[in-house]
């Protein structure tokens, strides 16, 4: 999720200023950082804490500029 979020970034399809973008991010992370747990990888799994968290907060309190 996380990478289809970067390459629909990447060709326009999404806005980083959208919530689908943000979302997407939210939900790649946090997916990542359980699989990491899972696997007892703890370093990956504070990365995508913190990427998970920024993405949380970016879907809550970033200014939209765009519908997509």
Not at 21 to 40: D, H, K, Q, R
Not at 47 to 59: M, P, R, T
Request: with cysteine; net charge positive.
């Amino acid at each position: 999720m996380l990478l289809a979020a970067f390459v629909f970034n990447l060709f326009k399809v999404l806005n980083t200023q959208s919530r689908v973008y943000s979302a997407m991010n939210f939900i790649g992370a946090a997916i990542c950082g359980y699989s990491s747990y899972l696997i007892e990888f703890y370093p990956f799994v504070v990365l995508e804490g913190i990427w998970a968290a920024f993405g949380l907060y970016s879907f809550f309190n970033v200014p939209r500029g765009t519908s997509n």
